[in-house]
């Protein structure tokens, strides 16, 4: 049973969790393969392969695809050119998730995005999404050493907001939120609709499940 006594921040993650952005993906990446001389990869390969970062995505597609490693660098470079053009023109802000960051705004959590996406690409997303004034601290893929599922980022950030990893809730779509949670001491709530390698979210034996954003509330206002 989910217990939200005792919060005072929330740890929100942001590919598959607040923003569907697998349509930014997919362009990006078609136009970078095109750009080698590789096929486009199925929308539903790259669901199933995002959340540990650009860098991940890129080498699974890679292998994919049957291109060599040492193709890697050149398609990363256009991959980069490409991404930075298209980020959030194929994305949309999931049902509630507006909702569900202004109630845990209103109910006093301080609140940070945390995501592997690069911060050059996060920022300027939730910016456009209108979704950047509900952070005091937004933490990209290259801030720290380790990328979730590692705990680091979640310390790191726990730290940044001045509340202890118990009194922190991290709120995400995946394997690799829920474990990074766990490592870290957060407890850990993963939306339903994400992208959690094509498993469904309970099978990350996270503390709840809801199928919107703004289905937190319900479960915040028990505190």
């Known amino acids: 049973m989910f217990q939200s006594q005792g919060l005072r921040a929330a740890i929100v993650d942001l590919d598959g969790t607040m923003i569907d952005t697998v349509g930014d993906f997919e362009a990006a990446l078609a136009l970078a393969l095109a750009d080698v001389g590789y096929p486009p990869v199925l929308r539903a390969f790259i669901s199933r392969t995002v959340g540990k970062g650009s860098e991940y995505l890129l080498a699974r597609t890679l292998e994919k695809v049957g291109a060599p490693a040492d193709l890697y660098e050149a398609t990363w470079s256009r991959y980069q050119h490409h991404y930075e053009a298209i980020n959030g023109s194929c994305s949309a802000v999931f049902p509630g998730v507006t909702e569900g960051l202004q109630a845990m705004q209103a109910m006093g959590l301080k609140l940070a995005c945390l995501t592997n996406k690069p911060a050059a690409f ?55 939120d829920a474990q990074a949670a766990r490592a870290a001491g957060c407890p850990v709530v993963l939306v339903s609709y994400g992208y959690n390698h094509g498993l469904p979210a309970s099978s990350a034996s996270p503390d709840a499940v809801v199928d919107r954003l703004d289905d937190l509330a319900a479960l915040l206002a028990r505190r």
Not at 140 to 155: I, R, S
Not at 161 to 168: E, F, K, R, V, Y
């Open 122 to 176: 996060a920022r300027p997303l939730l910016a456009q999404k209108g979704l950047a004034g509900f952070f005091d601290i937004v933490f990209g893929g290259d801030a720290f050493e380790h990328k979730k599922p590692h705990p680091m980022p979640l310390l790191k950030t726990c730290e940044a907001l001045g509340a202890l990893p118990a009194h922190t809730l991290m709120v995400g779509d995946s394997s690799n």
